[in-house]
């Protein structure tokens, strides 16, 4: 049954990939969406296009490229930058990494990586003005602000799909390979590969002295900077997504649709686990609400109690990460009617976003 799920989720979001970058149209939510906001705009990557929103009304405020190219396909989240940089990598059949600006649309930047095998899948991360790109070539590429190779890749094997979690000193990186590297910020070298027992798509997060990460194990791990690790948790499914860690309370959720919050302090969980449908997504905590968005395509605000505050049918499938901007929490579905709907804390949806021919 797990080996089908993968099969099927894999199909979904490759077939898409295959099927908007052939076409060179636009397509609605044709494919496994990136997702991320400022104050002001929402910006989602869409097949061919990078879009910007308007969160006042949902009004489409610029996209790139102006014109479909069969060559380019955005699929990871965008990452905004302290000076002012919207960056995201293409996917298609060529694979260049571009910066943008996120007022304008206008390219500020773009580095080609001819050189380079795989796809930009996985957000970059930002430390000290270096640019970490993780690529599905195995490789995570080093550039500096103004998009030139600031050293050599470091080569880490499997397909990288997630961005990478930093404490300052060092970067933990997870793999489909099973492994979670990690890497010495002062020499850019990868010290320590620890074997997660399953590919591992999502993020860690960070805690005290180590990171929590989860695994198609089946488990959350909790791997020290010095690389001891030791399970924290065990479900009985995959876990996709990025736990989230808010104090002494570790909430993650697995395929199988249930939401867990784990006391880290004491290993034993806060509440019966929630029961929804397949959870891919990661989850998203804002104040004292905790937003599940479900493979069947509905968004649930849960109180910290685990209890259903309400529960929103979006259509489609979620496959991202919902991302909250102000008062309000996006969600970006594939196989929907729209790209992007907007909802209040109360679950009142505000508007959707359907790009224009």
Known sequence: MKTKRLILISLLALGALLL???SGSRAISNNWHGLAADAE???VSSGSFVYAVDLTNGKEVWRFPAE???KLLFYANPVLTADGQLLIGS???THPFFSLNP?????NWSESFTKGKGAWLASPLIVNDTIYAPNTDGFMYVLDMNGKEASDPIELGGALWSAPATDGSLLYVTSLDHNLHIIDLANGVSDQSIDLGGAAPSSPVIGKNGVYAGSFASTIEFVQSNGNHDVVATTNNWIWGSPILDGDTLFYADLNGKVFSL???SGNQNWEAVQ????VASLLLVGDQLYVATEAGNLIALDRDGKTVWEKPVGGKIYSTPVASGDLILVAPYQAEFSLAAYDAQGKQAWTFIPEK
């Not at 007022?103 to 390219?107: F, L, M, P, S």
């Not at 929804?276 to 959870?279: L, M, N, Q, V, Y």
């Open 91 to 93: 996917a298609g059949t």
């Open 68 to 70: 479909a190219n069969s």
């Open 41 to 43: 705009h929402a910006y």
């Open 103 to 107: 007022a304008t649309g206008k390219e």
């Open 263 to 265: 006391d880290i302090a």
């Open 276 to 279: 929804s449908d397949a959870i």
């Open 20 to 22: 908007s970058a052939c």
